[in-house]
């Protein structure tokens, strides 16, 4: 069972292009999470999506930012018009449990994308 | 709001040494705490989960302890070893879904 999927690993953007970020998640999860990562700092949430919905924006910056996660296919996260200070590590999570205030529930991470916006 | 601090920020311990590592959250009332690796420009590795139930969970020479009460959480790390270089994280999940992370503790082991 492959782990979360993220692609490209790395991706150079020059301010005012578009970037875009693809999450497959874990086989039968249904349940996608994005951070960023800026320098020396630690995670910090940015959404929540379940297919075809988007339960939780609040850690989303309310322009240049949207995320989705169609259907079929992986969860795409895009930032429209970079600037630099967009340049972070950007990682999604999967869970296959709908989340729950009790019980076992992990979140699954996959190996980021770094973003650099010269 | 739930916070998160690890201390220290930063540690260089001679291979061999037993080391803990400390973070600390504001809010008690949490679900789990996690502890992840993170190596440099890699993604972040699952270490130990500990539910808000339990004290403390335990994995090879890793072994994590959680005080709920008193907001703090340990990871202890036994016999260190240079492949133990990395970034340590701690994450809370506070609130149904969302992981609150702490800004990591970057350890370095001589050989």
């Known amino acids: 069972n492959a782990g979360v999927m993220q692609n490209p690993r790395h991706l150079v953007r020059r301010r005012g292009q578009e970037a875009r970020l693809r999450c497959s998640p874990m086989?039968?999860?249904?349940?996608v999470y994005w951070y960023r990562q800026l320098p020396e700092e630690g995670l910090k949430f940015m959404v929540y999506l379940q297919k075809e919905n988007i339960i939780d924006e609040s850690g989303m910056p309310k322009e240049r930012f949207s995320a989705e996660f169609p259907k079929e296919g992986p969860s795409i996260l895009r930032i429209q018009q970079v600037v630099r200070g967009d340049s972070a590590a950007y990682f999604c999570?999967?869970?296959?449990?709908?989340?729950?205030?009790?019980?076992?529930?992990?979140?699954?991470f996959g190996p980021g994308t770094r973003l650099t916006v010269t | 709001k739930q916070e998160v601090t690890q201390i220290p920020a930063a540690l260089s311990v001679p291979e061999g040494e037993n080391l803990v590592l400390n973070c600390s959250f504001t809010?008690?009332?949490?679900?789990?705490l996690q502890w992840f690796r993170q190596d440099p420009g890699k993604g972040l590795t699952s270490l130990l989960l500990?539910?808000?139930?339990?004290r403390e969970q335990t994995s090879g020479r890793l072994n994590a302890s959680l005080d709920k009460s008193s907001g703090r959480s340990t990871l202890y790390i036994a016999a260190s070893q240079p492949g133990d270089s990395a970034t340590y994280l701690c994450a809370v999940r506070s609130g149904t879904y969302k992981y609150i992370f702490g800004t990591g503790t970057r350890l370095k082991v001589l050989a």
């Open positions: 086989k039968g999860h249904s349940h």
């Open positions: 500990i539910q808000s139930s339990q």
């Open positions: 809010d008690s009332a949490i679900y789990n």
């Open positions: 999570a999967s869970s296959p449990l709908q989340p729950t205030s009790g019980g076992p529930y992990e979140q699954y």
